[in-house]
């Protein structure tokens, strides 16, 4: 089954700038779209943001609008999203997925383990 590693999480402070990477451990033939999520403690992982990667489309949650940007090179098979501007409620386990309908969070693949980011004030 498809797997998706995320990396490139870390502690940073308020204001700094942080960018996930998301891969798949092998082949995965073509894909159409696929999504950033965040976990924090007690609360339901939620999507951030997702990008249709045939037409370019992207979609962020209101929170991180203006501030992230998710992007995808098709070359390395690898998703990005690069979070500028952090505050500490962007603190969180986050973890990429591949999307079953590109406009909906559902998605398709397993949950890995995710790459901490942890912002401080």
């Known amino acids: 089954q498809e797997r998706l590693v995320e990396s490139g999480g870390g502690s940073v402070q308020a204001g700094e700038s942080l960018t996930l990477s998301c891969a798949p451990t092998e082949y995965t033939g073509r894909i159409n779209c696929m999504a950033w999520f965040r976990q924090v403690p007690g609360k339901e992982r939620e999507g951030v943001a997702r990008i249709n990667i045939n037409l370019g489309g992207t979609y962020y949650i209101k929170s991180v609008q203006g501030r992230f940007t998710v992007s995808r090179d098709n070359a390395k098979n690898t998703m990005y999203l690069q979070m500028n501007a952090l505050k500490p409620e962007d603190t969180g386990v986050y973890y990429c997925?591949?999307?079953?309908?590109?406009?909906?969070?559902?998605?398709?693949?397993?949950w890995g383990q995710g790459t901490q980011v942890t912002v401080s004030s």
């Open positions: 997925a591949r999307l079953r309908i590109c406009d909906q969070w559902p998605v398709l693949t397993p």
